[in-house]
């Protein structure tokens, strides 16, 4: 079977499910009453922005090679700590940039295997990119996720080399909690990693950068694992929160937020940002009018400005 055949396939699967879904919802009538040329021109529409969709992902995947599970160390429980690499095609004979990047999900949700399209579309712009799994919560706190995120990066800077990868070039980046924990590993002594080993720290859309003062104002709960998570003692907050660690040795950083994301988010990178400008002043948020789960989305379409933003910034701060 030919790979137009395949890709067909997938898309008649895509309108049948979507098809089914309507009449699940009991829309049949829709279907029944519905002017057929206008129904045929909006799955005809559908079929195109899937095709779309797919050629995308199998380009992108053509221009890059991953490597998966690869182990990093190990957990607080002496279980394997795995990370995937996107390294680009024909990347011998050079030393590129390495971008580690850190999914969000509450502390308490996401895989690093749902980010494939963030490491294959940064890998197609010559970024060999890096995103380690680390244990949720309720099963491991929030110091030993970041333990494990620091694990992580020194692993890298000890072993990218072999990908191809300049170790003196690690950017490190994180979506939402994920920010939270790549900022913490790096900016929090407690975590021996050196500030100068690390070229830049990309912060987008970050929950829990200034986690103190969030559970100051509302305290953790069960709800969302939240006392496994952050604990009851204020001294675990301050540690992890990374505004406490910004100093004027911290690494040049590349804040975004979306306009409409959740209020604590706004707020503590408000917080985060003043502080920083003590030390980098000439840092300003890129603002942009999504919301908090858009704010990684929109990596899925290798033409979004985000990554020539990524790249300027790389550039400029490369060592």
Request: include cysteine; hydrophobic fraction near 40%.
């Amino acid at each position: 079977m030919n790979l137009y055949k395949t890709l067909d396939l997938i898309v008649q699967g895509f309108c049948f499910q979507i098809k089914s879904l309507f009449i699940q919802l009991n829309l049949d009538y829709f279907f029944k009453n519905s002017n057929q040329i206008h129904l045929k021109l909006v799955f005809l529409i559908m079929r195109k922005i899937i095709y779309l969709g797919v050629s995308l992902l199998i380009l992108a995947s053509c221009q890059s090679v991953k490597y998966k599970d690869v182990v990093y160390g190990q957990s607080a429980d002496k279980e394997d700590l795995k990370l995937n690499i996107f390294v680009p095609k024909n990347s011998e004979n050079k030393k590129l940039p390495v971008l580690l990047f850190v999914h969000g999900g509450n502390w308490n949700s996401g895989n690093k295997d749902q980010y494939g399209f963030f490491g294959r579309n940064f890998a197609k712009k010559e970024v060999i990119t890096v995103i380690p799994a680390y244990t949720l919560s309720p099963k491991a706190n929030v110091d030993q996720m970041t333990a494990e995120i620091a694990q992580a990066i020194t692993w890298v800077q000890k072993n990218i080399e072999t990908y191809h990868g300049d170790e003196k070039n690690l950017f490190v980046t994180g979506h939402s909690a994920g920010a939270q924990l790549v900022a913490s590993a790096v900016l929090n002594p407690k975590f021996k990693i050196p500030l100068n080993s690390v070229a830049g720290i990309i912060l987008n859309d970050g929950a829990g950068i200034d986690m103190k003062d969030y559970l100051e104002k509302y305290p953790p709960t069960s709800e969302d694992d939240y006392i496994a998570t952050w604990s009851k003692n204020p001294d675990n907050w301050y540690q992890a929160s990374p505004i406490n660690f910004l100093d004027k040795n911290s690494p040049p950083f590349l804040i975004y937020v979306g306009s409409k994301t959740y209020p604590s988010i706004t707020t503590a990178n408000d917080h985060f940002i003043k502080k920083l400008h003590e030390f980098q002043p000439d840092v300003a948020p890129i603002v942009l009018n999504k919301k908090h789960i858009p704010m990684i989305l929109q990596y899925f379409w290798p033409w979004s400005d985000r990554f020539t933003e990524t790249k300027n910034f790389m550039e400029q701060s490369s060592k």
